[in-house]
């Protein structure tokens, strides 16, 4: 199926399935964006906090709380920053 094909099956849709399409695609933009931050998260750690190999399976004793701090301010930060953005949003600011 070519791309004037696509365009035309998606004009013929009726308004309710149009709003229908945009939120799916808007949920699997959301998900995409989720798992990004989720192996931004995972990759700044990891870099940060496993010195070593990990021969045994798991994390030595202090890799293991080195990482959780780590995940705890990453989100922390973020959660600061989305209130940041709803408060400039509230005055107009965006």
């Known amino acids: 199926m070519d791309q ?3 365009q035309v099956d998606i004009d013929r849709l009726s308004d309710s399935d149009k709003r229908d399409l945009q939120q799916s695609i808007n949920n699997e933009m959301q998900k995409a964006k989720i798992q990004e931050s989720v192996h931004e998260l995972t990759d700044i750690c990891w870099k940060k906090c496993v010195t070593g190999s990990i021969s045994s399976g798991s994390l030595d004793r202090k ?29 107009g600011g965006m």
């Open 4 to 6: 004037r094909q696509t």
């Open 63 to 91: 890799e293991e709380p080195c990482i959780q701090n780590c995940v705890e301010r990453f989100l922390d930060a973020n959660e600061a920053v989305l209130k940041h953005l709803s408060v400039m949003r509230g005055q």
